[in-house]
């Protein structure tokens, strides 16, 4: 079956430009996370979702960073005038699980972010 | 701190040869812990949970320390398409935030 997608697999910006990263979790999965990932490093915890709801925004590193998930599928990661730190590989993850025993968590692959 | 830390490595180990990963976790609030696999310029995936009595999934062997506060992977009779990154991951119980480690980089030498 479909995995989760994402989109664009890569993304070019020039410093200060916006842009906008998609995922399409896996059909039905109620939590839907987004995780930042630095060259050499583990995923960073971003934010989380469930449903529509986004319920933890603790680890978005500025107000540049908006995500949104208005109708419990779809997310959008959004990031304003992006910098030269924002590059980096963004990760979106669905689980079909709720509540703090969430389990398996599924990975999209990715989208690769420079910043030039 | 970071609430998660793991050797990086690289571990190089010939074929056949046992290796094992620890990881440490800070907060003893956490709740459920996971091994990941990633593999080079791709997306990370479960390899196996980490449960209290540790558990056994063929040639991959995981247990938790919650006193010591480590959880440890154990690989035997090493093979080639073991080479990857191994990814320690903790739940903490209040919220839903997973912590991944930095990552072990594994490479098995033929």
């Known amino acids: 079956g479909a995995g989760v997608s994402q989109s664009p697999r890569y993304k070019v910006a020039k410093r200060g430009q916006d842009v906008a990263l998609r995922c399409d979790p896996i059909s039905g999965h109620v939590s839907l996370f987004w995780y930042q990932q630095a060259l050499g490093q583990g995923p960073e915890f971003l934010t989380y979702?469930?449903?529509?709801?986004?319920?933890?925004k603790s680890g978005l590193p500025s107000d540049r960073f908006f995500a949104e998930r208005p109708e419990g599928s779809v997310s959008t990661l959004k990031i304003q005038r992006t910098q030269q730190e924002d590059s980096a590989v963004y990760l979106c993850a669905s689980s079909p699980a709720i509540g703090v025993r969430t389990d398996t968590q599924y990975f999209g692959p990715g989208t690769r972010l420079t910043v030039l | 701190r970071k609430e998660v830390e793991q050797d990086p490595g690289p571990f190089n180990v010939p074929e056949g040869a046992t290796v094992a990963f620890n990881c440490t976790y800070s907060?003893?609030?956490?709740?459920?812990f996971f091994w990941y696999r990633q593999d080079c310029r791709k997306e990370p995936k479960l390899l196996m949970s980490?449960?209290?009595s540790g558990n056994e999934d063929g040639r991959f062997t995981a247990q938790l320390n919650r006193a010591s506060q480590y959880i440890s992977l154990l690989i035997r009779d090493s093979k080639l398409s073991d080479s990857a990154t191994y990814l320690c991951?903790?739940?903490?119980?209040?919220?839903?935030?997973?912590?991944f480690g930095t990552g072990t980089s594994l490479t098995v030498i033929p």
């Open positions: 907060n003893s609030a956490s709740q459920s």
């Open positions: 979702f469930q449903n529509e709801a986004q319920l933890d």
């Open positions: 980490v449960y209290s």
């Open positions: 991951v903790v739940n903490i119980r209040t919220g839903n935030q997973f912590y």
